[in-house]
T-cell receptor, first 117, second 113 residues
Framework: KAGVTQTPRYLIKTRGQQVTLSCSPI?????VSWYQQTPGQGLQFLFEYFSETQRNKGNFPGRFSGRQFSNSRSEMNVSTLELGDSALYLC????????????????FGAGSRLTVL | AQSVTQLGSHVSVSEGALVLLRCNYS??????LFWYVQYPNQGLQLLLK??????LVKGINGFEAEFKKSETSFHLTKPSAHMSDAAEYFC???????????FGGGTRLMVKP
């Protein structure tokens, strides 16, 4: 069973550009969450999608957006990149709609490492 | 609201020694607690999860954690450290609904030969 696949794994952008990151969840998983990981701020929740609907959103500016497609694949977009957006962006998928549901857990991908110059 | 505090951003142990990584949480609802491990250039791998019931939870790779409500703690232990345990460890708590996790700052475990 394939895991969570994130593409691209590494990318370099310059300030002011925009970037799109892709996440393919485990087959059958309907929930996709995104997290930003930086040395200074640690792991921070960006947003969560379930059945194509954004259910939760973290405390990030509107430059950060996402969407989920009917096949559960998800993309996140960051517009007008800033130096501080340099981070590892992690995607996680889960089968059910809540971590408080039975054995439901988040399975993470390897991440997309974004460097903004 | 939920929050997690991991005491000690760096922990160093000798190979074969006890591993103890500390985690304290705050939660407005009965907590569901998790420990994840991250190896260099990789994502997060689930070690174990506490939901309800038995307070001692066993996970993969010989790790276990004990939920102590009175101390609001969920410390991770392993009786004997192995070199392959060197990694960063994250404690997390889930919210009231959905699949959102709130993570602690992480603890980097170093294992000396």
């Amino acid at each position: 069973k394939a895991g969570v696949t994130q593409t691209p794994r590494y990318l370099i952008k310059t300030r002011g550009q925009q970037v799109t990151l892709s996440c393919s969840p485990i087959s059958g998983h309907r929930s996709v969450s995104w997290y930003q990981q930086t040395p200074g701020q640690g792991l921070q929740f960006l947003f969560e999608y379930f059945s194509e609907t954004q259910r939760n959103k973290g405390n990030f500016p509107g430059r950060f957006s996402g969407r989920q497609f009917s096949n559960s694949r998800s993309e996140m977009n960051v517009s007008t990149l800033e130096l501080g957006d340099s981070a590892l962006y992690l995607c996680a998928s889960s089968l059910e709609g809540s971590l408080r549901s039975g054995a439901n857990v988040l399975t993470f991908g390897a991440g997309s490492r974004l460097t903004v110059l | 609201a939920q929050s997690v505090t991991q005491l000690g951003s760096h922990v160093s142990v000798s190979e074969g020694a006890l591993v103890l990584l500390r985690c304290n949480y705050s939660s407005s609802v009965p907590p569901y607690l998790f420990w994840y491990v991250q190896y260099p250039n990789q994502g997060l791998q689930l070690l174990l999860k506490y939901t309800t019931g038995a307070t001692l939870v066993k996970g993969i790779n010989g790790f276990e954690a004990e939920f102590k409500k009175s101390e609001t703690s969920f410390h991770l232990t392993k009786p004997s450290a192995h070199m392959s345990d060197a990694a960063e460890y994250f404690c997390a708590v889930s919210g009231n609904a959905g699949n959102m996790l709130t993570f602690g700052g992480g603890t980097r475990l170093m294992v000396k030969p």
